[in-house]
């Protein structure tokens, strides 16, 4: 959780290798960390499916089509903090 800050970056990957769930910075603070991970993952093989052919164009597939998950991770921890003091800097 200390990478998950305010202005945080998901970290697509290096290179030809992708990252998903939790080494990608996709958290969930309500714990489930299973669910982004399967998601992210889900993401990261269908960019790889459809752009088999062109591996430049694969990370940005996988950026795209992971938009909605980041932008639910980002109003999940603004929920988290505005629950608990700890993690108000999140708001």
Same mark, same amino acid.
């Given at each position: ?7 945080? +970056?998901?970290? /697509?990957? =290096?290179?030809?290798?992708?990252? $998903?769930?939790?080494?990608? +910075?996709?958290?969930?603070? #309500? ?6 991970? #399967?998601?992210?993952?889900?993401? $990261?093989? %269908? $960019? =790889? ?11 940005? $597939? /996988? ?8 932008? /639910?991770?980002?109003?999940?921890? %603004?929920?988290?903090?505005? #629950? ?5 800097? #999140?708001?």
């Amino acid at each position: 959780m200390p990478h998950i800050r305010p202005g945080f +970056r998901v970290d /697509y990957g =290096v290179g030809r290798i992708l990252f $998903a769930g939790e080494v990608a +910075r996709v958290l969930n603070p #309500m714990g489930e960390g299973i669910s982004a991970g #399967m998601e992210s993952g889900y993401c $990261a093989v %269908s $960019a =790889v499916m459809e752009h088999f052919d062109n591996p430049e164009t694969v990370r940005e $597939a /996988y950026r795209q089509s992971t938009e909605n998950l980041k932008s /639910y991770m980002q109003r999940q921890w %603004s929920l988290v903090g505005g #629950m608990a003091g700890m993690f108000r800097e #999140m708001e």
